[in-house]
């Protein structure tokens, strides 16, 4: 009986260890970063840090701390923001960057900030 129990309890923690150490068996790879050359992530990595030069010289943007993640050339920005006007200033700079490909704007407006 005892056996029996501790054959459950060990088969189950490994199905846990893969699942929390990020086991890649799983068939939904949606959420996982592709692949990337080095000349890619610096690419990316350049622009995400002309973006945050901008927000910082931005008198409005500057004063928020906005997320910035780039992944072959597509931006996120996430956080959140006083004001409609602000959140637009931001997809604007970002938008206009140089080697930018597109913005996903997860920009959240709180006006009682």
Known sequence: MRVTITALIITGLAGCTSMLLGSNSSSDMSSAVPA????????????SATIRQQFSADPAVGKYSIGIR????????????????????AVQIASNTKNVGGVNNRLVVNTNL
Do not use: H, N, P
Not at 70 to 89: F, I, M, P, Q
């Open 70 to 89: 780039t992944v072959e050339r597509k931006v996120t920005l996430s956080g959140t923001v006083g004001s409609y006007a602000v959140r637009d200033r």
């Open 36 to 47: 990337r050359s080095s000349a890619q992530v610096a690419q990316d990595d350049t622009i």
